[in-house]
């Protein structure tokens, strides 16, 4: 089975700055893959970015980047130059080759951009 | 990008009434979609996975005659909570992927149920 743990529940952070958004995950299987989506109090879910259990690189898709330590079995997600439209829930999530396409949800996280 | 599209956005309803939610994939096929639901402030909770052409897959604890599951083309499947009460109030959300491993799901906008 899968977990995936993201033990901020709630974050702030400064308009224009950096912000890191954790996220730990424990699976047995080697092939998978690590995706972060963002819920704003709307409610759709938007897909913000993937890394690949055996990408060498960390993702980057704008001023979102993954931070992907594979031996930790982390995967943080870092946005750069805040905006305060990025304030929303951000949830990690986890699927397995084999696994059905199933994904596993992390807690999430409430992120609130302050002026 | 893909699009996936769910139907109607927000219902508010008598106890005791049916209720069905659409989601439909525009611009891929789609095998495979999912259904979730999600209490407020937590997380994405699997209900099941829905299969065209053939019975949808139940999570545990999913009542199978209370939230019937119809998967009848690549494009559209259809969750109807039955019989709906209030505690069946939540917001459901449905997804889609194009398959591949490394392919995100593509989730609808979500429907909010509220039942009286």
């Known amino acids: 089975a899968q977990k995936i743990t993201q033990t901020q529940p709630g974050m702030f952070v400064q308009e224009k700055e950096a912000v890191t958004l954790d996220c730990t995950y424990d699976?047995?299987?080697?092939?998978?893959?690590l995706f972060w989506y963002k819920q704003p109090s709307s409610g759709e879910m938007i897909f913000l970015i993937y890394?690949?259990?055996?990408?060498?690189q960390n993702a980057t898709e704008g001023r979102y980047s993954l931070n992907f330590q594979k031996a930790r079995k982390s995967a943080n997600l870092v946005i750069s130059a805040s905006q305060l439209g990025d304030s929303a829930m951000y949830f990690c999530?986890?699927?397995?080759?084999?696994?059905?396409?199933?994904?596993?949800f992390g807690t999430g996280t409430q992120l609130k951009v302050e002026l | 990008g893909a699009v996936v599209s769910q139907h109607p956005s927000r219902v508010i309803c008598k106890s005791g009434t049916s209720v069905k939610i659409e989601c439909r994939s525009l611009?891929?096929?789609?095998?495979?979609m999912f259904w979730y639901r999600q209490f407020p402030k937590q997380s994405l909770m699997l209900m099941a996975t829905?299969?065209?052409?053939?019975?949808?897959?139940?999570e545990q604890g999913v009542e199978k005659d209370k939230f019937l599951i119809n998967h009848a083309s690549l494009t559209l499947s259809t969750l109807t909570v039955t019989s709906a009460h209030p505690e069946d109030s939540s917001f459901y959300i449905c997804?889609?992927?194009?398959?591949?491993?490394?392919?995100?799901?593509?989730f609808g906008d979500g429907t909010r149920l509220s039942i009286l």
């Open positions: 997804s889609a992927s194009l398959g591949h491993p490394n392919q995100p799901q593509h």
């Open positions: 699976t047995s299987d080697q092939s998978y893959g």
């Open positions: 890394q690949g259990s055996y990408d060498e």
């Open positions: 999530a986890m699927k397995v080759t084999g696994g059905g396409n199933k994904l596993t």
């Open positions: 611009d891929f096929q789609a095998t495979t």
């Open positions: 829905s299969n065209e052409g053939s019975k949808a897959t139940y």
